[in-house]
């Protein structure tokens, strides 16, 4: 018994999100007798390893008692729209980044199994920052997605 709690624990901090996203708002959805609305929040974050760059996030929450507990799983839907919010220096890593990505946050959405992710892409060619929102799951991940692209543009922070 002790040994399958460490294992989830383990779990669950190894799944845990790599930057802290602080929640700017959010609106309710459906109305729940018990337990709070489900909703739609709203988050953003920077990302960790290019300074100057702002995400923001919209993702569904459910509610309920389940909700309320850490035990409902959230569904797939989010958006993402990411800004240049600083100047930005890109460094090596990134500019030399490989065309699978970087995760720079993430997200439990259900107490196991599920995640929703972004990963960073960067287009040398166009001098451009991609960033790609999607939710998987450890055996049928989800096709819904979005994208957001952030030009890299210093002449207004210099």
């Known amino acids: 018994m002790k040994t ?13 999100t790599l930057v802290f996203a602080e929640q700017i708002g959010s609106v309710d959805t459906v109305f729940k ?8 929040v709203v988050e953003s974050f920077d990302d960790p390893e290019v300074a100057g760059v702002t995400c923001y996030l919209s993702r569904a929450k459910k509610g309920g008692v389940s909700g309320a507990m850490g035990v409902a799983e959230d569904t797939s839907d989010a958006s993402i729209s990411c800004r240049q919010t600083g100047r930005i220096v890109l460094t090596d890593q990134v500019r030399n980044g490989k065309k699978k990505g970087r995760q720079v946050f993430k ?27 999607y939710s998987d799951k450890l055996v049928d991940g989800s096709p819904k997605n979005s994208i957001s692209c952030v030009p890299i543009v210093n002449k207004n922070w210099e």
């Open 4 to 16: 399958s709690i460490i294992a989830i624990l383990i779990f669950l901090a190894a799944t845990s």
């Open 33 to 40: 007798v018990l337990g709070p609305d489900d909703k739609i």
């Open 107 to 133: 997200k439990r959405t259900s107490i196991l199994f599920k995640t929703m992710q972004v990963i960073r892409f960067y287009d040398q060619k166009k001098n451009v920052l991609v960033y790609l929102s």
